[in-house]
Every structure is written in structure tokens, then in C-alpha cells.
């Protein structure tokens, strides 16, 4: 397995997917994004596995995509950048698709991609102190492939209010757009996490798997057209001259040409 995750599994059956590069913020890298769908992936056919808790090391929880990564995008062909670009969506989708309830302790910052993964887990505990962000739109870029897990979470007319600005707004806020279910001191996350987890240790794992897909279809789940218009989007956006320039303006740390 990639050092840049780890899983954990206790003896009750609840699998801890760690992010593991907290020295990057656990910005989200293409070997990166390649173990955790692998991980989700395995993780689904694992019967002994009841809950999974999807967590972060460090400070942050995830600051969005990797930077070298975005800047190794700029010089690859059309092709080459929606089939690199598409990466995060088939993390979100594996992680979505988990049949097992998957619990996310964000105990840091989120931005982007980080948004993303907060989005499609079943509940959400933050820490009261974190920052969260749909970033994408100060680069030239939008918030694409986690666009229609982040709409299928929010709802349309929460979206609205924070899926086009790139504000940062914090837990309390995070909180009323659905984001996270609830946030706590950060002393008290552990804990809080685990109150969502102990209940399902009652319950009959397979009921459980099958009341998830039910809520899934019953809810309008993501459909593979919402993902693909979203990959499509996102790969003509990389080709304009917007994009260019903010990715251009955010490496060279001056601000990009539209900013007043």
C-alpha cells in the first residue's frame, strides 16, 4: 500500500482510511488518489469491516489537489489532462459506492477536493475551529469533479451560496449547508466520532448495507452522466486562458489579472 494513506481495523470491525501526508496537508496527489480508490475499493469487499472512518493525520484534514500535480496538468495534451483530471472522481465514486456507513472526523482545514471527500461520507463531525472552501474558482478552474457529490450532499440552494465565490467559511457555517454534521472542540472529536460509530455494532451488517443502497436510490444517487458532464467540464475549463493565468498568477504568488 502507498505511504500516502494507511487503514486501520480494530477488532469490532470499524476501518480507520487514514490521508497520511500531513507534510503536504494531505493535498491530494495522483499516487495518492490511485491508493485511496484502490483502498475504498477493497474496503467494500472486506465482510469483516462494519463502519469505516474516513480521517486525516496532521493539522489538516485535505488542502484540495496536489501542486505539482495541477502543474504537471498544464503541459499534457487534452486526452492526457481529462483522464488525469478524472482521478478524484473515481475516488469520490468508490468512496460513495463503500456499502459500509463511512463516518468523516475532519479535524482540520478543507478546501477543494477536501470538500469533496467530506461530502460523501454518510455524517460528517468537524473540529469547531476548521476552515472549509470551494477554492477552485481563484485559480480559473471550477469545482468539477466533486461538484455532483458536493451538490448530492448540500442540496442546490445551499450550493449556491459557496460553490462559485471560493469564501472560506467556518464550521458553523459549515454546519447549516450540510457540509458537516455536527462540529465539536477538537479535544472532543475522537468522541464524537465514536458515538456515531458504536450504535451500528448493534445492527445487522447486512441490513445496514441494504438500507444504505436503499437511502442511495431512494435519494437520487450520483449518476455516471452527472460525473462525466462534470469531467468534461473541468477538461475544457484547463484549456481556457483563465485557467492559465490563475495557475500562472498562484505559482509565481502574485494575484491573477481579474482581482480587484
Given at each position: 500500500?502507498?505511504?500516502?494513506?494507511?487503514?486501520?481495523?480494530?477488532?469490532?470491525?470499524?476501518?480507520?482510511?487514514?490521508?497520511?501526508?500531513?507534510?503536504?496537508h494531505n493535498a491530494l496527489s495522483a499516487e495518492m488518489m490511485t491508493a485511496l480508490e484502490a483502498a475504498a475499493r477493497a474496503l467494500a469487499e472486506d465482510r469483516e469491516v462494519r463502519v469505516v472512518v474516513l480521517a486525516a493525520e496532521g493539522p489538516t484534514f485535505c488542502a484540495g489537489g496536489d501542486l505539482a500535480w495541477m502543474k504537471a496538468q498544464r503541459t499534457m495534451d487534452a486526452a492526457t489532462r481529462k483522464a488525469e483530471s478524472a482521478r478524484i472522481?473515481?475516488?469520490l465514486g468508490a468512496l460513495a459506492a463503500l456499502p459500509q456507513p463511512m463516518i468523516g472526523r475532519v479535524q482540520g482545514n478543507a478546501f477543494g477536493g477536501g470538500v469533496g471527500l467530506a461530502s460523501v461520507c454518510d455524517v460528517v463531525i468537524g473540529a469547531d475551529s476548521l476552515k472549509m472552501g470551494l477554492t477552485e474558482t481563484r485559480l480559473g478552474l471550477i469545482p468539477a469533479n466533486i461538484?455532483?457529490?458536493?451538490?448530492?450532499?448540500?442540496?442546490?440552494?445551499?450550493?449556491?451560496?459557496?460553490?462559485?465565490?471560493?469564501?472560506?467559511?467556518?464550521?458553523?457555517?459549515?454546519?447549516?449547508?450540510?457540509?458537516?454534521?455536527?462540529?465539536?472542540?477538537?479535544?472532543?472529536?475522537?468522541?464524537?466520532?465514536?458515538?456515531?460509530?458504536a450504535p451500528y455494532m448493534a445492527?445487522?451488517?447486512?441490513?445496514?448495507?441494504?438500507?444504505?443502497?436503499?437511502?442511495?436510490?431512494?435519494?437520487?444517487?450520483?449518476?455516471?452522466?452527472?460525473?462525466?458532464?462534470?469531467?468534461?467540464?473541468?477538461?475544457?475549463?484547463?484549456?481556457?486562458?483563465?485557467?492559465?493565468?490563475?495557475?500562472?498568477?498562484f505559482f509565481e504568488k502574485r494575484a491573477p489579472g481579474w482581482a480587484v
Amino acid at each position: 500500500m502507498s505511504d500516502t494513506i494507511r487503514v486501520d481495523k480494530d477488532k469490532r470491525g470499524v476501518a480507520t482510511l487514514w490521508l497520511a501526508r500531513a507534510e503536504k496537508h494531505n493535498a491530494l496527489s495522483a499516487e495518492m488518489m490511485t491508493a485511496l480508490e484502490a483502498a475504498a475499493r477493497a474496503l467494500a469487499e472486506d465482510r469483516e469491516v462494519r463502519v469505516v472512518v474516513l480521517a486525516a493525520e496532521g493539522p489538516t484534514f485535505c488542502a484540495g489537489g496536489d501542486l505539482a500535480w495541477m502543474k504537471a496538468q498544464r503541459t499534457m495534451d487534452a486526452a492526457t489532462r481529462k483522464a488525469e483530471s478524472a482521478r478524484i472522481a473515481a475516488v469520490l465514486g468508490a468512496l460513495a459506492a463503500l456499502p459500509q456507513p463511512m463516518i468523516g472526523r475532519v479535524q482540520g482545514n478543507a478546501f477543494g477536493g477536501g470538500v469533496g471527500l467530506a461530502s460523501v461520507c454518510d455524517v460528517v463531525i468537524g473540529a469547531d475551529s476548521l476552515k472549509m472552501g470551494l477554492t477552485e474558482t481563484r485559480l480559473g478552474l471550477i469545482p468539477a469533479n466533486i461538484g455532483p457529490y458536493v451538490i448530492a450532499r448540500m442540496g442546490v440552494s445551499r450550493a449556491r451560496q459557496v460553490f462559485m465565490s471560493a469564501r472560506i467559511f467556518g464550521a458553523e457555517e459549515a454546519v447549516r449547508l450540510g457540509l458537516l454534521t455536527r462540529a465539536v472542540p477538537a479535544e472532543d472529536l475522537d468522541a464524537a466520532v465514536e458515538a456515531e460509530v458504536a450504535p451500528y455494532m448493534a445492527c445487522a451488517p447486512g441490513a445496514v448495507a441494504e438500507a444504505k443502497a436503499l437511502l442511495r436510490a431512494l435519494g437520487g444517487e450520483v449518476s455516471k452522466a452527472q460525473v462525466d458532464l462534470a469531467i468534461e467540464a473541468l477538461a475544457s475549463r484547463w484549456e481556457s486562458a483563465e485557467a492559465e493565468e490563475g495557475i500562472d498568477a498562484f505559482f509565481e504568488k502574485r494575484a491573477p489579472g481579474w482581482a480587484v
